[in-house]
């Protein structure tokens, strides 16, 4: 769809957040820069977020998009239905239990004007508790962007999506969320856009990241670092990362699937993914052993 010069659409993928979702829309809502598109998707909600939603829809302030027969189809495949009714010049995500900053994305559209050169920049986040209270800062204040992709697939220190605000042009030429993915899609996500363009980080406040009681399962860590492996093997194929990037990451990822397993008691799993992983990176293991490196 053609895209109208200055308009920002931001997707809200949402599913079962009733206690959450009206302060995120809100907070598009309100924001100082008022050329929006605002978009949230429903993926097949039951907790009465869906009626929610629909009364900011009667009000005419938002679009309330579902799949087919209102099915849960997964993060990702939300915001893909809402990239496809996109029309901005620029592109934003917000999860629906997090919030943005006031000031987010009118301080993010003046850095994209102001340097054409780049295709995506992000801004700090806060975590905050249910009740909105300030816990650490995402990521922190002596942080710099290099701009080298090595760097991101080490560590994924970049807060997409609430703190990041991409050209609709980027987003065409690298495509849509990785459907299959359950798990750290927003990392596969920001890899592919750093390959494909300049990235930025601007110092301001962008957006409030929720820490809830919604914690992930043992099946779901596992799923993320399966997935994990998934993204590495995909990044590597597709672009020219040193090869010691590689080897280290494969070595944070087995660390992460036996540290999985040993937590639930399972050894026989662990052992293997702990060995490997020492193996592939034994002067961080050490660094982990004698306690000079938490995990």
Same mark, same amino acid.
């Given at each position: 769809?053609?895209?109208?010069?200055?308009?920002?659409?931001?997707?809200?993928?949402?599913?079962?957040? #009733? #206690?959450? *979702?009206?302060?995120?829309?809100?907070? =598009?809502?309100?924001?100082?820069?008022?050329? *929006?598109?605002? *978009?949230?998707?429903?993926?097949?909600?039951? %907790?009465?977020?869906?009626?929610?939603?629909?009364?900011?829809?009667?009000?005419?302030?938002?679009?309330?998009? /579902? &799949?087919?027969?209102?099915?849960?189809?997964?993060?990702?495949?939300?915001?893909?239905?809402? *990239?496809?009714?996109?029309?901005?010049?620029?592109? #934003? =995500?917000?999860?629906?239990?997090?919030?943005?900053?006031?000031?987010?994305?009118?301080?993010?559209?003046?850095?994209?004007?102001?340097?054409?050169?780049?295709?995506? =920049?992000?801004?700090?986040? &806060?975590?905050? %508790?249910?009740?909105?209270?300030?816990?650490?800062? =995402?990521?922190?204040?002596?942080?710099?962007? $290099?701009?080298?992709?090595?760097?991101?697939?080490?560590?994924?220190?970049? #807060?997409?999506?609430?703190?990041?605000?991409?050209?609709?042009?980027?987003?065409?030429?690298?495509?849509?969320?990785?459907?299959?993915?359950?798990?750290?899609?927003?990392?596969?996500?920001?890899?592919?856009?750093?390959?494909? /363009?300049?990235?930025?980080?601007?110092?301001?406040?962008?957006?409030?990241?929720?820490? &809830?009681?919604?914690?992930?399962?043992?099946?779901?860590?596992?799923?993320?670092?399966?997935?994990?492996?998934?993204?590495?093997?995909?990044?590597?194929?597709?672009?020219?990362?040193?090869?010691?990037?590689?080897?280290?990451?494969?070595?944070?990822?087995?660390?992460?699937?036996?540290?999985?397993?040993?937590?639930?008691?399972?050894?026989?799993?662990?052992?293997? &993914?702990?060995?490997?992983?020492?193996?592939?990176?034994?002067?961080?293991?050490?660094?982990?052993? $004698?306690?000079?490196?938490?995990?």
């Amino acid at each position: 769809m053609e895209s109208r010069q200055g308009l920002v659409s931001v997707v809200i993928p949402s599913y079962n957040r #009733a #206690a959450y *979702i009206e302060e995120a829309v809100d907070s =598009v809502l309100k924001q100082s820069y008022k050329s *929006i598109q605002l *978009i949230v998707v429903d993926d097949g909600s039951d %907790d009465g977020s869906y009626e929610k939603l629909g009364n900011y829809e009667a009000l005419g302030v938002l679009d309330l998009l /579902t &799949h087919p027969d209102r099915q849960n189809r997964g993060q990702s495949a939300a915001i893909n239905l809402g *990239i496809r009714h996109a029309s901005g010049e620029y592109f #934003a =995500v917000l999860d629906s239990d997090d919030m943005f900053a006031s000031e987010k994305i009118a301080n993010q559209v003046t850095f994209l004007e102001e340097h054409p050169d780049i295709g995506m =920049v992000y801004g700090q986040g &806060h975590a905050v %508790d249910v009740e909105g209270n300030f816990l650490f800062k =995402v990521p922190g204040d002596e942080h710099l962007e $290099l701009g080298d992709p090595n760097y991101l697939l080490l560590d994924c220190y970049m #807060a997409l999506p609430g703190g990041a605000l991409i050209r609709k042009s980027v987003l065409d030429e690298v495509g849509f969320f990785e459907e299959s993915f359950r798990a750290g899609q927003d990392h596969d996500m920001a890899l592919r856009i750093m390959e494909a /363009t300049k990235t930025a980080y601007l110092p301001k406040l962008a957006f409030y990241y929720r820490k &809830h009681g919604d914690s992930i399962s043992a099946k779901g860590l596992e799923r993320r670092w399966k997935t994990g492996m998934e993204i590495l093997e995909r990044a590597r194929q597709r672009y020219p990362y040193e090869s010691s990037t590689i080897r280290k990451r494969k070595a944070v990822l087995h660390f992460r699937l036996g540290q999985t397993y040993w937590r639930e008691g399972d050894r026989v799993k662990a052992l293997p &993914h702990l060995v490997t992983s020492g193996a592939l990176d034994p002067a961080r293991a050490l660094s982990v052993i $004698l306690g000079r490196e938490r995990v």
